[in-house]
């Protein structure tokens, strides 16, 4: 899974593409954490390039959420489709997560 | 179809030669992408819990073993670990709030959801999970 972070409006916007599992998982936890620690506690996810999911990565982004919302921050998810948006679905994640269709509408949702 | 095997050291960072050793299987099998998708999860699930679980005292190894038969893909994933039915374990309560959801406990839940038919066998001191994938039918759950 390849990681890459920008700003833009007082947000961090956080691309992941690839695989997102039980290896890459981590790298995905690592980072969060790092942005948390640097005070980037507003985060959009976009998922445009991520082809899977699973078990690991979902705990990965229930374990930063719960980081964030204990500092106080707000993270969203952006273009979550396809198979991936179908694994959320099916394990109950697709409902306790903050989705927008796009990454300008998550930008929005979050100022 | 022929059958084809592997055997791998259980460590996480093995996943990705799993996975393109069974990918490489589906698709001479001729696996739709969606059914592809979910029996790729399900070797997941089911490597990760044998790396994390089956060894506890040390190393050992995940075999892997591919078959085709004429609709289905049948997927045995074993080791050597102690006495273990995954199966046994609870589906988690998916009805429960983020901060309050325990971590874990999918794993065996996508692995019952995403395949057609699932068993555990204990067999020759290995825990077998068998796991059947049919061709031509859509998965409901994907």
Do not use: H, W
Not at chain 1, 36 to 59: C, K
Not at chain 1, 84 to 89: A, I, M, P, T
Not at chain 2, 103 to 123: A, H, K, M, P, W
């Amino acid at each position: 899974m390849e990681i890459q972070t920008r700003n833009e409006a007082n947000t961090t916007v956080i691309t992941i593409t690839g695989r997102f599992d039980a290896v890459t998982a981590p790298d995905y936890e690592k980072k969060v954490q790092e942005l948390i620690v640097g005070g980037d506690i507003r985060i959009v996810v976009d998922f445009a390039g991520l082809d899977y999911i699973s078990s690991a990565g979902l705990r990965g982004l229930l374990v930063t959420a719960k980081l964030l919302k204990a500092k106080g921050g707000q993270v969203r998810f952006a273009n979550v489709a396809g198979t991936v948006k179908e694994v959320f679905d099916i394990s109950g994640f697709g409902t306790i997560f903050q989705m927008d269709a796009t990454v300008a509408a998550s930008l929005a949702a979050i100022a | 179809m022929k059958n084809d095997m592997k055997c791998i050291a259980a460590k996480i960072e093995n996943l990705n030669g799993a996975n393109d050793f069974v990918e490489e299987y589906a698709d001479l099998f001729g696996l739709p992408a969606k059914k592809k998708f979910g029996l790729l999860l399900a070797l997941e699930e089911a490597f990760v819990n044998i790396c994390g679980y089956a060894y506890p005292d040390g190393e050992g190894e995940v075999e892997l073993s591919c078959a085709g038969n004429d609709d289905v893909l049948t997927l045995e994933i074993a080791d050597r670990g102690k006495p273990f039915d995954v199966l046994s374990l609870p589906d988690p309560d998916l009805t429960l709030d983020i901060m309050d959801r325990p971590i874990g406990g999918l794993g065996i839940y996508f692995i019952r959801t995403l395949s057609d038919s699932v068993s555990y066998r204990r067999e020759n001191e290995r825990n077998i999970l068998r796991m059947g994938f049919k061709r031509s039918q859509e998965n409901p759950a994907l």
